[in-house]
């Protein structure tokens, strides 16, 4: 739910499609897909399929001179970076100077229209671009090798496991405040590591308790789904997430 409908583009297997997806878990985008869903909608978060080069975790967002008035047009797009050991807000706009080639930390992505309604993310960190295109358009491009999971927004509904991201980030950040050291790992941490960290700590609580597991069906299965993917997929950033964990301490933080 990115807008209004837009015209029909291709999936990585060239099967046309007439909405950008509205779940992490539908099916994959090419990047030259995405970017043809942009002529119609603002923003459009996505996967890249198994065979692409970089298997990213998307998020495209377009801010325009102008307002189109004809579905949600992003005006501001606020992020968190590391500067000195620490994490920060940082805001683009349609004056920002481009291009714009930087990594983004883990957090809150925040879309804003001009009206001030919102639609949000909740990512791992990664790398950001921006450029020009043609003369009044900013296009931004969020990439991580995590997910960039959607919270409910204006023009959304949330991703299984983007609340729970959001509640691991909240128990962790007072341990980084008190913990410069500890602020840092964690801002070192590959953005898949951090992920993997996220889903063990998930998957421990959710194994101790059968309440959280009965109220949280869906994203106890999602945490099992990922994990295995993890396994399959990424084990260095499994294992680096474990040795996070165990770093951090963050087992005493799951067991409260």
């Known amino acids: 739910m990115n807008g209004t409908a837009p015209r029909n583009s291709d999936l990585s297997d060239g099967t046309p499609i007439a909405a950008p997806p509205e779940s992490i878990e539908q099916a994959a985008l090419t990047i030259d897909a995405a970017s043809d869903l942009m002529a119609d909608v603002r923003f459009v978060a996505f996967r890249t399929p198994p065979d692409a080069e970089l298997k990213d975790s998307c998020l495209m967002a377009m801010i325009r001179d102008a307002p189109t008035r004809r579905h949600f047009d992003p005006e501001t797009v606020s992020y968190w970076v590391m500067e000195n050991g620490h994490g920060q807000t940082e805001v683009v706009d349609r004056g920002?100077?481009?291009?714009?080639?930087?990594?983004?930390?883990?957090?809150?992505?925040?879309?804003?229209d001009r009206l001030g309604?919102?639609?949000?993310?909740?990512?791992?960190?990664?790398?950001?671009?921006?450029?020009?295109?043609?003369?009044?358009?900013?296009?931004?491009?969020?990439?991580?090798?995590?997910?960039?999971?959607?919270?409910?927004?204006?023009?959304?509904?949330?991703?299984?496991?983007?609340?729970?991201?959001?509640?691991?980030?909240?128990?962790?950040?007072?341990?980084?405040?008190?913990?410069?050291?500890?602020?840092?790992?964690?801002?070192?941490?590959?953005?898949?590591?951090?992920?993997?960290?996220?889903?063990?700590?998930?998957?421990?609580?959710?194994?101790?308790?059968?309440?959280?597991?009965?109220?949280?069906?869906?994203?106890?299965?999602?945490?099992?789904r990922e994990l295995e993917l993890a396994d399959r997929d990424r084990p260095e950033a499994l294992a680096a997430g474990r040795d996070a964990l165990t770093l951090l301490d963050l087992e005493a933080v799951a067991a409260r």
């Open 96 to 112: 920002a100077q481009t291009p714009i080639s930087r990594p983004f930390s883990w957090g809150r992505i925040r879309l804003v």
């Open 117 to 224: 309604k919102r639609n949000s993310f909740v990512s791992f960190g990664g790398w950001l671009t921006g450029e020009r295109v043609g003369a009044d358009a900013l296009l931004l491009i969020f990439r991580s090798s995590a997910p960039i999971l959607r919270l409910p927004g204006h023009s959304q509904q949330r991703d299984h496991l983007s609340d729970d991201a959001m509640s691991f980030f909240g128990r962790l950040v007072p341990r980084l405040w008190s913990s410069p050291a500890h602020e840092r790992l964690v801002g070192m941490l590959p953005p898949d590591a951090l992920y993997a960290a996220f889903l063990l700590h998930e998957a421990g609580r959710i194994h101790r308790s059968a309440p959280l597991r009965e109220a949280i069906p869906d994203d106890a299965h999602a945490v099992l």
